[in-house]
Each structure stands twice: as structure tokens, then as C-alpha cells.
């Protein structure tokens, strides 16, 4: 018997756990209590630090609804361990799960936990309370197999770990070997502190190398997106039940509103190195490219291979402004969705982006009246308007509602341009309403959007108002008058002609009279 406990000073440990679990059953000056009861307590945790109210040791917050189920795997009593599950190759007798490594453990455990007799000898399923704490008491004495049957939304279930009541309390015989321990006494209540690995989703604008939840644009301009996400660390149960294969999930649903196009150009990278596709190992597959955006769905190649679980995978794209963009505080929105498995085997469940970004584009409401009579409104007046930027006017022909970028005021007189950009602008009128004069000189004026965007124009100019829908609104009067033709046009040749003709006549009339005069 004492050599069985020696043997057992090797075997505890727990993926992420803060207690060696299996037992060290060292050369004990101490005596087991067969007739003892034992206890498993499990303190739950995320895997998201915080510091203790000193500053000086990491904390974890407490999750709760962590759902776990304990199984007897070997009872004990004096004559030893005598396994109740012998139907994983290999590990029949409780002298098999000795000696075994950390990894090999993690192995060993999923193996256990996808076992048939040992789901027949489940114990109790509970699940962690505010505390993120879960309490099994009144166990009998032998080896436990801990399994987390169902993760809170967000998390992926933590590795399966084993337990024994009751286990070595052990210190450092440091006078002997460093690496030797021995048992000082036996542990009946026992402490795990496994921790969840989140899976998040979140989507941000990319400007100026900055993450943000808004931005301005306007239409034709493109805006930079990425989406930011934590790979799963799913173990081995998660790719096989029973022998049989299985192909979990994690795949990325990007959808974007009607106002934005999706240009086609996505790139991912892990820990900031970008993950690409062999011929031999593909990673991810993209699918369901539409202007309106795409899926993403990474491989089991990706989720099986050790440097990329737990890593920080991020998909950048663009996205270009267009016509049916949403002028005001409404935005033109950006969804993030994830699918992945809670549990090994469990059904895919949804999680999504923590924010919606959004971008604000804005617009200008003209309305064109008679300069004399506020009442009348002038029809069939064109418009061209100019983006100002250093100085330099670019005329805007790409926006809704455009001809040759011409706009035209209505038979209410009234002209809505609509996805401008904050910035200064100028207006031009290039044909007056029949019967009026033309404007003589552009108009500027300037959208200013809130800081942070929220779609809202704070300040204009040049008695341009601010709508409280994106808008900025003014109205441009037009006195009757006679109206020339189009300066520049087939007009302006044929008064040029006329006067030289004039003027050439008078000049012979002159120099005749002169002539009749000597």
C-alpha cells in the first residue's frame, strides 16, 4: 500500500488549476480515515485579471452559471483503488493514471469524460452561484472526474480535470532533494480554481491607427473596419465523442447596413501575424461575400493547432460609403456576430459584437425663393456643389439624386443633397429660374459633426442652420432681372460679334462724315 502512495505523489494536477488534484500518495507518516467524508469546492473564475484593493496580487472575477458535473471514476477504501470505468484503453487500474504528465492528463481526462461507464456513474450536476462557487460534500473517498456540462454565454467550457479525496497536503524536504515532497497530512476538502476561457466578438472603426465606435463619411468614401475576437481553446473532446469526429465551430457573421458596400479586401491575423492559406493547411474559408459583407469560418486545422488557441484573431476590411446612406443620429451600422460551442458537443450558440460601430454622414436642405416675395418659391434653378479641402474645390457628382452633378430645385423649390461628409463646402448656381438673375458669386458654407460623432451638426456658417435630423438647411433668393445667356456659352460670341459689328460701323460713319466735311 505504501508503495502505491508513493507512486501517487506524482499525480495531481488540473488544467488551470491552482491545486494539484490527482493524489500524491507520498511516504505518509499519517493515516487515511477511510470512514471520512470529503468535499470538492469549485471557484470559478474568468479569465479576465484584477487587482486585490492593495494593488499587489491578481484576482479573477467570479463567474456564475457554470454548470459542472462530478463523476466517480475509483473508489477507495484499505485495500487500495478499484476503478469503476474500464472502458478507456489504457487506464483500467488506478496504478495506469500514475505518473502521467500535465498534457497527458488534459488528454486523459477529455478521454474520461467522453466515457460511457462514466457517465453511468455521475454524482451530481450544480451549477456556481453569484460567488462563482460550487460546493460537492458527503463524497465518499476516491477519484473524481470534474467536467464542465455547460459554460455562461461568452465562455468556453474549462478542461476536465481530475480529483482525489483525499489528496496530500505536501512540503519541501529541501534538505534531501529539492524536487522531493512528502505528505504531512491529508486533505478531505478539496479546492479547484479552473478558470474559463471567453470567446468575444467586438467590431471597431479603424482611424488614424485608433479604434472607434463612430465616424464620419461621406458617400464614396471608404472606412476601415476590424473585428476583434479570442480563438477558442477547445480540447480534444471537442474533435472526437466516442471515436467519432466532430467539427466544432467558430465562425465570424459580418453584416453591413444598406448605406455601406463591402469592398471585398478582408485579411486575418493572429497575435498580429496574418494567417494565410496553403495549398496543405487551410485555416479559414470565407463565404457569402455579398456587398452587404461576408462569414468567416475557421477550419479544424485552425482550432486544433496549439499557438492559435486563446490568441487574438483579427479580421480588417473596408467598407466604402454610397448612396443609401443614412443622413442623421441613425447612423449606418456595422453588425458582429460569433457562433462557437460552449461545450463539447453542445449546439452552436450566438454571441454578438459588444458594439455596433456606426458611421454619420449629413446633408444640406436648399430652399430657393423669389428675393422680394418670401412667399414664392423658384423652380428650375441647377446647382453644382464643391468639396473645399486646402483651398482646392472638387466638384461631388457621385451623390443620390445626381445628374452630371446638377441638382435641379423642385416645384416646392427645394433641393436635398444628401451624404456629405463634415467639411467645407460651396454651392454654385449655374442656371437661374427663368426670368431671374444668377447668383454672381458661390456659397460656403461648413458642416461641423458633435465630437464624438453621433450624427449631429453642431456649427455651420454663413446663416446655414443646423436640423436636428443631420441636416443643415438655408434658403437662396433670386431677384428678377434680365438674365444673359450662359457665361462662357454660344452667348456671350454672339454679343461680342454684334458689339465689334457696332462699333466697326461707327468707325466708318466717322471716318466718312470726315471725308464729306473736307
Same mark, same amino acid.
Do not use: C
Given at each position: ?5 508513493? /507512486?501517487?505523489?506524482?499525480? *495531481? ?57 462530478? !463523476? ?17 484503453? %489504457? ?33 451530481? *450536476? ?14 465518499? #473517498? ?6 464542465? +456540462? ?16 483525499? +489528496? ?66 477547445? +480540447? ?38 496574418? #494567417?494565410?492559406? =496553403? ?30 488557441? %486563446? ?26 456576430? #460569433? ?13 454578438? %459584437? ?12 436648399? =430652399? ?18 464643391? /468639396? ?8 461631388? =457628382?457621385?451623390?443620390?439624386? &445626381? ?21 467645407? !463646402? ?44 443631420? !441636416?443643415?438647411? +438655408? ?17 456671350? !460670341? ?8 457696332? &462699333? ?15
Amino acid at each position: 500500500m505504501k508503495k502505491l502512495w508513493k /507512486k501517487l505523489v506524482a499525480v *495531481t494536477t488540473a488544467v488551470m488549476m491552482a491545486v494539484t488534484l490527482l493524489p500524491a500518495m507520498a511516504n505518509a507518516e499519517t493515516t487515511i480515515d477511510y470512514n471520512r467524508k470529503g468535499s470538492i469546492t469549485i471557484n470559478k473564475t474568468t479569465n479576465v485579471e484584477k487587482k486585490n484593493t492593495d494593488g499587489t496580487n491578481k484576482e479573477y472575477e467570479p463567474l456564475k452559471d457554470a454548470e459542472f458535473t462530478l !463523476y466517480k471514476i475509483a473508489s477507495l477504501d484499505k485495500n487500495g483503488y478499484t476503478m469503476l470505468v474500464k472502458d478507456v484503453d %489504457g487506464y483500467t487500474k488506478a496504478d495506469s493514471l500514475l505518473n502521467l504528465s500535465k498534457d497527458e492528463q488534459k488528454t486523459v481526462a477529455s478521454q474520461f469524460a467522453n466515457s460511457t461507464q462514466t457517465k453511468a456513474n455521475r454524482i451530481n *450536476t450544480q451549477a456556481t452561484d453569484d460567488k462563482g462557487q460550487v460546493k460537492f460534500t458527503g463524497l465518499d #473517498l476516491g477519484y473524481y472526474l470534474v467536467v464542465e +456540462t455547460n459554460a455562461p454565454e461568452g465562455y468556453v467550457a474549462s478542461v476536465p480535470f481530475f480529483v482525489a479525496v483525499p +489528496t496530500s497536503n505536501t512540503a519541501d524536504d529541501s534538505n534531501k532533494n529539492p524536487e522531493n515532497t512528502q505528505a504531512t497530512s491529508w486533505v478531505y476538502d478539496i479546492t479547484a480554481r479552473p478558470k474559463n476561457a471567453s470567446v468575444s466578438i467586438d467590431k471597431k472603426i479603424v482611424e488614424s491607427g485608433e479604434g472607434k465606435d463612430a465616424t464620419q463619411a461621406g458617400v464614396g468614401e471608404p472606412v476601415t473596419y476590424e473585428i476583434t475576437s479570442i480563438s477558442p481553446k477547445y +480540447t480534444q473532446e471537442y474533435f472526437t465523442e466516442n471515436g467519432a469526429e466532430k467539427d466544432p465551430t467558430y465562425t465570424i457573421h459580418d453584416t453591413l447596413s444598406a448605406g455601406l458596400t463591402y469592398n471585398k479586401d478582408l485579411t486575418v491575423t493572429v497575435d498580429g501575424t496574418e #494567417l494565410k492559406n =496553403t495549398d496543405t493547411d487551410v485555416y479559414y474559408n470565407v463565404a457569402g461575400e455579398t456587398d452587404r459583407g461576408f462569414s468567416i469560418a475557421f477550419t479544424k486545422k485552425f482550432l486544433q493547432t496549439e499557438k492559435y488557441k %486563446g490568441k487574438s484573431v483579427k479580421v480588417t476590411y473596408t467598407a466604402t460609403v454610397n448612396k443609401n446612406a443614412v443622413v442623421g443620429t441613425d447612423g449606418n451600422t456595422n453588425t458582429v456576430t #460569433l457562433d462557437y460551442n460552449r461545450t463539447p458537443g453542445s449546439n452552436t450558440t450566438s454571441a454578438t %459584437g459588444t458594439t455596433t460601430p456606426k458611421v454619420y454622414t449629413y446633408g444640406l436642405k436648399l =430652399t430657393k425663393k423669389d428675393g422680394k416675395d418670401n412667399n414664392t418659391v423658384l423652380t428650375g434653378a441647377e446647382f453644382k456643389i464643391y /468639396k473645399v479641402v486646402d483651398g482646392t474645390e472638387t466638384q461631388i =457628382t457621385d451623390l443620390d439624386g &445626381m445628374t452630371d452633378g446638377i441638382y435641379t430645385t423642385s416645384l416646392d423649390g427645394e433641393i436635398t443633397i444628401k451624404g456629405l461628409n463634415a467639411g467645407t !463646402y460651396k454651392l454654385e448656381e449655374v442656371k437661374a429660374p427663368t426670368g431671374y438673375t444668377l447668383l454672381k458669386d458661390k456659397i460656403e458654407f461648413t458642416i461641423t459633426g458633435a465630437e464624438p460623432a453621433n450624427g449631429t451638426v453642431t456649427t455651420t456658417t454663413n446663416g446655414f442652420k443646423a436640423e436636428g435630423d443631420g !441636416y443643415v438647411s +438655408t434658403t437662396v433668393t433670386n431677384n428678377k432681372g434680365f438674365n444673359l445667356p450662359s457665361t462662357g456659352g454660344m452667348g456671350t !460670341y454672339i454679343f461680342t460679334i454684334a458689339g465689334l459689328v457696332i &462699333m466697326a460701323g461707327a468707325a466708318f460713319l466717322l471716318i466718312a462724315s470726315k471725308k464729306r466735311r473736307a
